[in-house]
């Protein structure tokens, strides 16, 4: 049963950088991709990047693009988003999500952690 934990997010002053971690467990990590996505407050889930299951970042939304990267470690089972020049936009929760359809495996979501910037 694949499992996905993420962690990182916190209070954070704008202009300063962040790294969230996503965890998946259970599973077979290199057979997964990772989507990360994120939901503020009163708003729907918008998706904000995709890493291959090889490291190469297929999607990465105009919002975030030339601040966020993506990066995967496969032997610690672990992605990560790293996010720079964070603004108070960027105040959502953020969630990863372990993508193993295109090898037949089942997907699944995190719990989420919330990222506030703020002054």
């Known amino acids: 049963q694949v499992q996905v934990a993420e962690s990182g997010g916190g209070l954070v002053q704008p202009g300063t950088s962040l790294r969230l971690s996503c965890v998946v467990s259970g599973v077979q990590f290199e057979n997964y991709s990772i989507v990360w996505y994120r939901q503020a407050a009163d708003k729907e889930r918008e998706r904000i990047a995709r890493?291959?299951?090889?490291?190469?970042?297929?999607f990465m939304a105009s919002s975030v693009t030339g601040r966020f990267t993506l990066s995967r470690d496969n032997a610690r089972n672990t992605a990560y988003l790293q996010m720079t020049g964070l603004k108070p936009e960027d105040t959502a929760i953020y969630y990863c999500?372990?993508?193993?359809?295109?090898?037949?495996?089942?997907?699944?979501w995190g719990q989420g952690t919330q990222v506030t910037v703020s002054s």
């Open positions: 890493l291959s299951r090889r490291g190469t970042t297929t």
């Open positions: 999500y372990a993508d193993g359809s295109s090898v037949g495996q089942m997907s699944s």
